[in-house]
């Protein structure tokens, strides 16, 4: 394993995370793939053994069954100190008034229920999990710093948004003297680029860690178009959303990850995962349904790409609607 310094944090991570959308109770949320306890427990206890310090869970995953299912494996399993523990905040967790968004007493009540779940007295780094229309920024803002002086939160995060959102939310700490966000979680993979733009280039002038989610594009990166029995893409409906109206475009892509796979003697998510590195991100957040998937990951630290190789994988790309910030 490699590790790499978060950002502008003292944090070091593993430069791979463990994501924690695939653990849950299948009976309990809308994703029927999700794996149960006792298969979560054996990813999570392998990626340990291999290095892995770095897991990412969120307090709607599983409608909290995957922040239960971490807490107790990375409890059972791990020295607390080593680790690194990230969730979010602002799925909506319940019907009725106060189950969503961005509030002091949404965010508030949502961290403690996350310590709970989490079995933990403390979250090294918690995310905004999209931006809230609804709650103004100075109240989010300070409820999440409020929380960091309280020692309940170490750093802070944010998830899918607009530069100019997060470049507002960075703002208004720096204008109050609160805690900024040092990580952005952003969608970000070969077929989609658009955090290219703006985002990407403003977090790497003011030193903030990028740990992009969907990595392998919900692994239409990792097989031939349209090659999948899985559970996962036949159910998938949110990424056929963020992929299907450019596939005409994305198979040309799909297809150079084999090309330059298959010249270097790699598998294709080697390929895509080095690529993220190589443009600057600090650890893609990668989901995980089988044990067999984390050698796959590792070995992609083998995998060296010239200027060439990436300029031969990026040139099919065109422009796709915005996804993900919504």
């Not at 090309?259 to 957040?285: E, F, H, M, N, Y």
């Not at 995980?288 to 200027?307: M, N, P, Q, R, W």
């Amino acid at each position: 394993m490699e590790y790499t310094r978060l950002g502008n944090t003292g944090l070091e991570v593993s430069k791979i995370c463990l994501g924690g959308m695939s653990f849950g109770d299948p009976n309990k949320w809308i994703h029927s793939w999700v794996l149960d306890e006792e298969q979560s427990r054996k990813i999570i206890k392998k990626s340990l053994d291999m290095g892995i310090n770095f897991f990412d869970t969120a307090n709607v995953y599983g409608l909290g069954s995957s922040e239960e299912i971490m807490g107790k494996a990375l409890k059972d399993y791990a020295k607390r100190e080593e680790i690194v523990i990230a969730t979010k905040v602002s799925g909506k967790m319940h019907e009725g008034p106060n189950g969503e968004g961005l509030s002091r007493k949404y965010i508030l009540h949502e961290v403690e229920e996350s310590l709970k779940r989490l079995e933990t007295d403390y979250i090294d780094l918690l995310y905004i999990h999209r931006w809230d229309h609804h709650t103004p920024i100075e109240e989010t803002m300070a409820a999440l710093h409020d929380l960091v002086k309280a020692g309940k939160v170490h750093y802070l995060g944010a998830s899918s948004m607009f530069a100019w959102q997060f470049q507002q939310a960075q703002n208004c700490a720096e204008r109050n003297g609160w805690t900024k966000f040092s990580v952005m979680q952003g969608h970000y993979n070969l077929l989609y680029r658009e955090e290219e733009r703006e985002m990407n280039p403003y977090c790497f002038e003011t030193g903030v860690a990028l740990a992009p989610y969907s990595p392998l594009a919900s692994g239409r990166l990792t097989r031939d178009w349209g090659d999948s029995d899985s559970k996962r893409f036949q159910e998938d409906e949110i990424a056929k959303r963020k992929y299907e109206s450019t596939k005409d475009t994305d198979k040309n892509i799909v297809e150079r990850v084999k090309v330059i796979a298959d010249k270097q003697g790699v598998t294709r998510s080697q390929v895509s995962v080095a690529w993220l590195w190589a443009k600057g991100v600090t650890a893609p957040i990668v989901g995980i349904t089988k044990e067999k998937y984390l050698d796959d990951f590792v070995g992609a630290f083998d995998v060296s790409l010239s200027v060439e190789d990436i300029a031969y994988l990026e040139e099919p790309y065109t422009p796709h609607e915005i996804v993900g910030h919504k």
